[in-house]
């Protein structure tokens, strides 16, 4: 269900909307929406847990302006090796925020080695994607596809 939110501008002092701007669309989100899209990551974080690199790879995309594209080569490469160098032995989903269509989070965990629950050696590192809903599809992109240069990771206890 689409709620549109549009300003009406009679007897104020504000501006009118001049022809050709866009005008704000704010989506409500739903309990199937967020089902979807945490299939979508348990999916992912499945391939990679298998050893499955470049199926999980596969369903990473960028977000391009309006559009979705594939991960540029190059990014590819470095996404690529930063999971088989690391090589984690399992993935957890450790949290998600859904506002709109194109402002997701979800916060995942990649465990190196178990430990003790007393043991203070870090065995974490931490991963961002962003689920992004385009045309009543939902795709994970990048944590910062706007800049495709950007991989957010940080070793963590």
Partial sequence: MAVLMLSVAACTD????????????FIEMTNQ?????LN???????????????????????LDGDSIKEVPEDLLKKQRNSIQMLHPIRYEIESYIFHFENDC??????????????????NTV????????LNHTWYLTLADSQDVNTINSDIEN
């Fill in 126 to 133: 931490s991963y961002m994607i962003k689920p992004v809903r």
């Fill in 14 to 25: 504000k501006p009118k909307q001049t022809e050709g701007e866009p005008v704000p669309v």
């Fill in 33 to 37: 929406d967020t089902t979807e899209v």
């Fill in 40 to 62: 979508l990551v348990k999916q992912y974080l499945g391939y990679l847990t298998d050893g499955r690199t470049d199926e999980a790879l596969g369903m990473i995309k960028v």
């Fill in 105 to 122: 989070e979800v916060k995942y965990k990649g465990i190196l080695f178990d430990k003790a629950d007393d043991d203070p050696t870090p």
